[in-house]
Structures are given as structure tokens and as C-alpha cells.
């Protein structure tokens, strides 16, 4: 019970954790999504392109910035290529040194071009705005505020069609993973720069945002479809879209009905941004960006991915403890990996299949905790019970017995169990007289040393044979075969180890013989039958014994060994009941010498003695 106990805690104590949901388990499961980014294959979209201003370019044209004019013909090149849209993220928020902003500002008038500008902590705004329609609840707790902005001169931003917002919002590890599609400063909507590309490409003048008690749900461009937002306003990125790429200095190919991104990436001059695939270019954001609108693939965090990693970390833990604990140890070891394994593709295919960020993470953590505890206490158990295994029996059974009980514990049926098993008792008969020669010499020590010296010889047979020493009751030996290991010919070993005995009594008498004791002989009764053989006890103290009628049988037949003697006038060392006879190999049959009543029983018991007996 105690293990069930502390696995369903360690289980409970996790699942709280989850539940709080604290800051770094955030960010354990934002890097547990990212493998999910990591594993997609690389796709373009055929009309995004991006033409880079990279070193090559630079030696051609000129140190960076260029003048505006220059900038302006670059510009119309794109568009005589074809370009449907030009998009210059770059912020000019000063004027041109040149003096030549009035001839880009021609130029976007002209064109469909698209420019950037910036959120700024500081207090000043210059941006420009764009008209926006909003529904449903209160936005300004759910939009992210800044308290101004940064946008171009007026010259240009009243000339540009679209002027966006160039903003990245990394997590708490700095890694980009969702995008602002709006942002807020003084009460007014900012778009960001992909919602103006968008809106351009539409050919729309405006755009729509949905807010909901749970945050911003939706945005809509009036001629595109809706796009899913988390509270925030973001969108999660899908980083699989990459923009293939041209330098502006080599001949350009057909742009026909493409958006071109203009892209600053030479050295010193790039806008590297750290995701999950890695760090990557300002244009290579924008274009996941468009990709994952213009596609319409929504990522998203469901509303149901907490209770559902809660779940499942829940129930893959208790079933893998349950596991664990009370089947074989090989089923625990081969669930856990297909756990394992399975919650982290589970996830995959939710991503894959659904656009679904289910974090994998935690019920994996948390499975293999649980895991790790529950095979901890079974082991701990199993120890502990080898052990007690040992201190119980290694005094009662052979060494190599015990060592077989300890490597498998299931040999040992614990409780009371029903078997069939054969008894021997054993004790000296005559007793008496020895016990009085001690004491007439005044010397206990060596009652009790004559006594452990016969109960030794007599136990180191028993062993040999496979036996079990139940118990001592002074002078006497009561052990048992056939539990708690199986013996199938337990009724053979119990009567060849007390015919044993009795030649080692032959001995032992000898040794008597020469410190001047009584002469010693030994009786022993054997008896075979079914009894309850288990511990027995109580919760504090328990005994693993035998009860039932044949014991007590085996017993009565050990005390009737004074009544009976040999030709030669010994007493008859070895009795045993019919019940073991039947059992004994041909070679081992003894003779009938009596059929007697004890206590207990009505009918008649027929006893018998070893042939051996006869010839001794």
C-alpha cells in the first residue's frame, strides 16, 4: 500500500506543477515545440520572392545608404520585372542627405510600394496609422502597447499606400516564434508590415479585428480570409517557408505577380532574428509570415491543450505505475519507451495534421518520473523481501535454497496456502538421564553444548535433503519438505533423512560414550498430507509454519518410537504412516509393523519402519 501511496503522490505533485503552469515550464514546452518546426521539410512560396543588397552589391553600387534616387531606380527596375509588390523594410525616418526624398516619394505614389516603420519606447509618434474596424469586447488589454512610434518623414508617408510595422515579439528566451499582426500606440492600431502587404495584395483599404472575452481572436483583410490570432494579436509562425533569393546586382529574373521583399543582408548590416529553426534574416521572417497567412495554415495552442496534456500526463502515469508495480519488470520496460515515443509522435501528427502545438514534454517528463519512482519502490520492495527472505530462512534452509528464494521471491507464496507436504519430528529419546548427569555436575553449559552439538549434526541432514526447520522445542526437530520450494519427492527425502540420522546417531553415540554420558538414541516420525503452510502471526511477529492434522500426525508417530524395538532389543528409530509409504519408491518401502489409534483419529493408522532398520 505504501508504494501505491507515494507513486500516487509523486504523480499528483507533478500534475500540480502543470497546472500552475510556472514560467520555466513555458519555456521547457515552447523548446519542446520548436523539434516540431525543426523536423518540416523547406518550402517556397512561388510568388514571394526575396532580392538581396549583399556584399557583392555593395561593391558594385556603392557604401550603404545608397541616395534615394538611387534607391528609386532600383525600385522601378523591380516593378519593370514584373513585381506586382515592392516591399522596403527599411525605416526613413530622416531625410535623405542627398536631397532627393521628393523623387522617392514620386515613386511610391506610383507604386504599390510598401514601407516600414517602428514601435518606440519613447513617448513621440510620427507614425502613420491605418484605418481599422473592430469588433466585439475591449482590444486595449489584450494588444500589445507602446508609447509611440517611429514612422518616415512626411514626405514619404504621405506618398506610401502602406507603411507597416516592423516588429518581432520574442518569448522570455529571446526566440521569435509568433508574430504582432497589430500592435497599439495612443489608443490607435498599428498593422504590422505582413498585414499591409497583405492588404495591398487584396487591393483592400482597411482591415477588420475581432476581440472576445478570452482577447483578439480574429483579423480580416475585407478580401481575404480570416486569420486566427492568439489573445495577443500574434500569429505562430510556420517556419517550413523559406523566400528564394536574388541578389539586386545580377540580372533579374521574370517577377511577374510576385511580392519581392528587399533584404539588406550584408555584413554589419543584416537584421538577424533568433527562431526555432535557427537564426535567420528580417525577410525570412516577413516571408514565414505571409506564407503562413496566404496559406492559411492557423497554428495554434487549442483551448483544450492544457486539459489535454494534464490528461494525459495523468493517466500514462498512473497506468505506467500500475504496470510497474504488479506485473514483471520486462512489461514496464517496454511500455515506457512506447510511451515515450508515442506522446512525442502524438504531438507531431497533431501539429502536422492540425497545425495543433501540444506540448509533448511534460506528460514525457512526467511519465518517466512516475516510471522511474514506481520501478525505484518495486525494486526497494524486492530487496526488502530478499532480505527478509534471508533473516527468515537462512537459518531453516540450505545456503543455495535461500539464494534461490531470494533471486525469485515468487517461490515464496507469502499467507496461508493449501499443499501437500511430508513432516518429520526428532528427538532424543532417553533425555532424561542426560539432563540428570549435568546437573548432578553442576554444569548447565555442557547440557546446553551436548544439546546444540546433537540439534547441529541432526539440522546439517535435514538441509542436505532440501529440508525446512520449522522450529526447536528443546531436544526436538520439526521440519518439513515441499515448501517453500517444491520437492515432488518430498515424502522419499523425509524418510531417507531420517534414516540418515539415525547412522549419524551411531556416531553421535560414540562421542557421548566418551564423556562418560548415558547412552543416546533418537526417534523420529514421518508422515506425509495436506496442510495450510504460510507465515503465521501476527502483523509484528510471524513465523513461516505449517498447520493441519498431518503435522500433528507426524508428531504422534515420533512419540510411539519408544513402544517399539528391534530384534536386538533397540528402540525403532523411524516411523512413518501409510500415507508416506504410498509415496516411497520401490527401493525405499518399508515394513509394516502395527496399526495403531492416536489422538484425534478415529480410525486405524498403519505405521511402518525402514528395512534398514532391520539390518542395523
Request: proline share 4%.
Given at each position: 500500500m505504501k508504494?501505491?501511496?507515494i507513486s500516487l503522490s509523486i504523480i499528483l505533485i507533478l500534475c500540480s506543477i502543470r497546472f500552475a503552469n510556472p514560467w520555466f515550464l513555458d519555456m521547457v514546452r515552447l523548446k519542446a515545440l520548436d523539434q516540431h518546426q525543426r523536423n518540416q521539410t523547406t518550402q517556397s512560396l512561388s510568388n514571394l520572392v526575396t532580392v538581396e543588397i549583399n556584399n557583392e552589391t555593395?561593391?558594385?553600387?556603392?557604401?550603404?545608404?545608397?541616395?534615394?534616387?538611387?534607391?528609386?531606380?532600383?525600385?522601378?527596375?523591380?516593378?519593370?520585372?514584373?513585381?506586382?509588390?515592392?516591399?522596403l523594410p527599411i525605416l526613413f525616418a530622416d531625410k535623405d542627405r542627398f536631397g532627393k526624398d521628393s523623387v522617392l516619394a514620386r515613386t511610391l505614389s506610383k507604386t504599390p510600394t510598401i514601407i516600414g516603420q517602428i514601435p518606440t519606447n519613447e513617448a513621440e509618434n510620427t507614425g502613420v496609422t491605418r484605418g481599422v474596424s473592430t469588433v466585439g469586447k475591449p482590444w486595449k488589454n489584450w494588444v500589445y502597447q507602446y508609447p509611440g512610434a517611429i514612422g518616415p518623414i512626411p514626405e514619404l508617408a504621405n506618398n506610401a499606400h502602406a507603411v507597416g510595422?516592423?516588429?518581432?515579439?520574442?518569448?522570455k528566451d529571446g526566440v521569435t516564434r509568433r508574430m504582432p499582426l497589430v500592435v497599439a500606440v495612443e489608443d490607435k492600431l498599428y498593422p504590422s508590415i505582413s498585414m499591409e502587404i497583405l492588404r495591398m495584395a487584396a487591393g483592400d483599404i482597411s482591415y477588420q479585428m475581432k476581440t472576445g472575452i478570452a482577447g483578439v481572436e480574429k483579423l480580416r483583410i475585407p478580401k481575404f480570409k480570416m486569420i486566427d490570432t492568439d489573445a495577443n494579436g500574434n500569429i505562430w509562425l510556420d517556419f517550413k517557408w523559406k523566400t528564394t533569393t536574388h541578389a539586386l546586382h545580377k540580372k533579374l529574373p521574370d517577377l511577374s505577380g510576385k511580392i519581392v521583399i528587399v533584404s539588406i543582408t550584408a555584413s554589419g548590416l543584416e537584421t538577424v532574428v533568433s527562431t526555432p529553426v535557427g537564426s535567420i534574416y528580417g525577410h525570412d521572417l516577413i516571408g514565414a509570415s505571409l506564407a503562413t497567412m496566404m496559406t492559411g495554415r492557423n497554428i495554434s495552442r487549442p483551448w483544450w491543450a492544457d486539459i489535454a496534456e494534464l490528461s494525459a500526463s495523468f493517466i500514462l502515469s498512473v497506468i505506467l505505475s500500475v504496470v510497474v508495480i504488479t506485473l514483471a519488470w520486462y512489461y514496464g520496460a517496454i511500455l515506457m519507451p512506447i510511451v515515450l515515443v508515442g506522446t512525442y509522435y502524438g504531438s507531431s501528427y497533431l501539429f502536422t495534421e492540425f497545425s495543433f502545438l501540444i506540448?509533448?514534454?511534460?506528460?514525457?517528463?512526467?511519465?518517466?518520473?512516475?516510471?522511474?519512482?514506481?520501478?525505484?519502490?518495486?525494486?526497494?520492495?524486492?530487496?526488502?523481501?530478499?532480505?527478509?527472505?534471508?533473516?527468515?530462512?537462512?537459518?531453516?534452509?540450505?545456503?543455495?535454497?535461500?539464494?534461490?528464494?531470494?533471486?525469485?521471491?515468487?517461490l515464496l507464496k507469502l499467507g496461508g496456502e493449501r499443499r501437500e507436504m511430508s513432516f518429520l519430528f526428532m528427538d532424543i529419546v532417553g533425555f532424561t538421564?542426560?539432563?540428570?548427569?549435568?546437573?548432578?555436575?553442576?554444569?548447565?553449559?555442557?547440557?546446553?553444548?551436548?544439546?546444540?552439538?546433537?540439534?547441529?549434526?541432526?539440522?546439517?541432514?535435514?538441509?542436505?535433503?532440501?529440508?525446512?526447520?520449522?522450529k526447536y522445542m528443546g531436544d526436538c526437530i520439526m521440519a518439513f519438505w515441499n515448501a517453500p520450494l517444491d520437492c515432488e519427492n518430498h515424502a522419499e527425502m523425509a524418510v531417507r533423512t531420517s534414516m540418515e540420522c539415525a547412522v549419524e546417531t551411531e556416531a553421535l553415540k560414540q562421542s557421548f560414550k566418551d564423556k562418560g554420558l548415558p547412552e543416546i538414541n533418537i526417534g523420529s516420525g514421518v508422515n506425509t498430507g495436506t496442510c495450510i503452510v504460510g507465515n503465521m502471526g501476527s502483523d509484528s511477529r510471524f513465523d513461516?509454519?505449517?498447520?493441519?492434522?498431518?503435522?500433528?500426525?507426524?508428531?504422534?508417530?515420533?512419540?510411539?518410537?519408544?513402544?517399539?524395538?528391534?530384534?536386538?532389543?533397540?528402540?525403532?528409530?523411524?516411523?512413518?504412516?501409510?500415507?508416506?509409504?504410498?509415496?516411497?519408491?520401490?527401493?525405499?518401502?518399508?515394513?509394516?509393523?502395527?496399526?495403531?489409534?492416536?489422538?484425534?483419529?478415529?480410525?486405524?493408522?498403519?505405521?511402518?519402519?525402514?528395512?534398514?532398520?532391520?539390518?542395523?
Open positions: 508504494k501505491w501511496i555593395i561593391k558594385k553600387k556603392g557604401q550603404w545608404p545608397w541616395d534615394r534616387n538611387t534607391l528609386s531606380v532600383e525600385i522601378i527596375k523591380l516593378y519593370q520585372q514584373g513585381a506586382s509588390l515592392v516591399v510595422m516592423m516588429i518581432i515579439a520574442p518569448e506540448d509533448w514534454s511534460w506528460p514525457v517528463l512526467t511519465t518517466f518520473i512516475a516510471w522511474s519512482v514506481a520501478a525505484f519502490l518495486r525494486f526497494m520492495e524486492e530487496y526488502r523481501l530478499r532480505q527478509q527472505i534471508k533473516k527468515q530462512f537462512e537459518h531453516y534452509l540450505a545456503p543455495e535454497m535461500v539464494r534461490r528464494l531470494q533471486k525469485n521471491p515468487e538421564p542426560i539432563s540428570e548427569h549435568y546437573k548432578n555436575n553442576d554444569d548447565p553449559e555442557g547440557l546446553v553444548e551436548c544439546v546444540n552439538d546433537y540439534l547441529n549434526r541432526m539440522t546439517n541432514i535435514v538441509l542436505k535433503n532440501g529440508g525446512t526447520v520449522d513461516y509454519s505449517v498447520i493441519g492434522d498431518a503435522v500433528n500426525l507426524a508428531a504422534r508417530l515420533e512419540a510411539q518410537t519408544r513402544n517399539y524395538k528391534d530384534e536386538d532389543g533397540n528402540i525403532v528409530n523411524t516411523l512413518y504412516s501409510s500415507y508416506t509409504q504410498d509415496q516411497l519408491p520401490e527401493d525405499l518401502k518399508g515394513v509394516e509393523i502395527d496399526k495403531i489409534k492416536v489422538k484425534g483419529k478415529d480410525e486405524l493408522v498403519t505405521i511402518y519402519k525402514p528395512i534398514d532398520d532391520d539390518e542395523s
